[in-house]
T-cell receptor
Framework: AQSVTQPDIHITVSEGASLELRCNYS??????LFWYVQSPGQGLQLLLK??????LVQGIKGFEAEFKRSQSSFNLRKPSVHWSDAAEYFC????????????FGTGTRLLVSP | EPEVTQTPSHQVTQMGQEVILRCVPI?????FYWYRQILGQKVEFLVS????????KSEIFDDQFSVERPDGSNFTLKIRSTKLEDSAMYFC???????????????FGQGTRLTVV
């Protein structure tokens, strides 16, 4: 069965600094991987996804993620964080029986300091 | 961009009471999901719904839960007799199916926070 681990519950980053949020997955075959963001009072918004091909995926809001099969990782990065990026970030993997049946990690709450 | 709308945003109910959580998915979408997130835990799959019937359900989705799309627009999750452990954020998702995997995407509502007291 698939699983996703996000080892960091909270991360605080200074505005303008770079960001990396970690995600490790467990899946037997080629995974379908996703990053979602949830701002307060909002739904889960898709940032980016990986299905195949180029392992460096570009998403919305200046985010990117790199799929590393050897490390079973799909870390999310942003070169310069803005205060509006403060939110909860969820990594997810598509399940065996339907790639949109998602298995989520516990999420990482990003705090942005001035 | 079309949105998935969930109502209410917050519901408080007494243990043993029935609750109905409502979702208005994106029109012309055919696949819908319910997920839930207990505070501090992972977002978990509950059930998927296609062509007016359940296509898959998790172990969590027991006889106390039901889903339906009564009028072709609203997609509802009913919990017949709520328990304290049903307290969670419930998310509805509406799936856009594309010609390929790359074009397929889940659109989530903002969630309903259910508190059972």
């Amino acid at each position: 069965a698939q699983s996703v681990t996000q080892p960091d519950i909270h991360i605080t980053v200074s505005e303008g600094a770079s960001l990396e949020l970690r995600c490790n997955y467990s899946y037997g075959a080629t995974p379908y991987l996703f990053w979602y963001v949830q701002s307060p009072g909002q739904g889960l918004q898709l940032l980016l996804k990986y299905f195949s091909g180029d392992t460096l995926v570009q998403g919305i809001k200046g985010f990117e993620a790199e799929f590393k099969r050897s490390q079973s990782s799909f870390n999310l990065r942003k070169p310069s964080v803005h205060w509006s990026d403060a939110a909860e970030y969820f990594c997810a993997v598509g399940a065996d029986t339907g790639f949109q049946k998602l298995v989520f990690g516990t999420g990482t709450r990003l705090l942005v300091s001035p | 961009e079309p949105e998935v709308t969930q109502t209410p945003s917050h519901q408080v109910t007494q243990m043993g009471q029935e609750v109905i959580l409502r979702c208005v998915p994106i029109s012309n979408h055919l696949y819908f999901y319910w997920y839930r997130q207990i505070l501090g835990q992972k977002v978990e799959f509950l059930v998927s719904f296609y062509n007016n019937e359940i296509s898959e359900k998790s172990e969590i989705f027991d006889d106390q839960f039901s889903v339906e799309r009564p009028d072709g627009s609203n997609f509802t999750l009913k919990i017949r007799s709520t328990k304290l452990e049903d307290s969670a954020m419930y998310f509805c998702a509406s799936i856009r199916m594309g010609p390929g995997l790359e074009d397929t995407e889940a659109f989530f509502g903002q969630g309903t926070r259910l508190t059972v007291v």
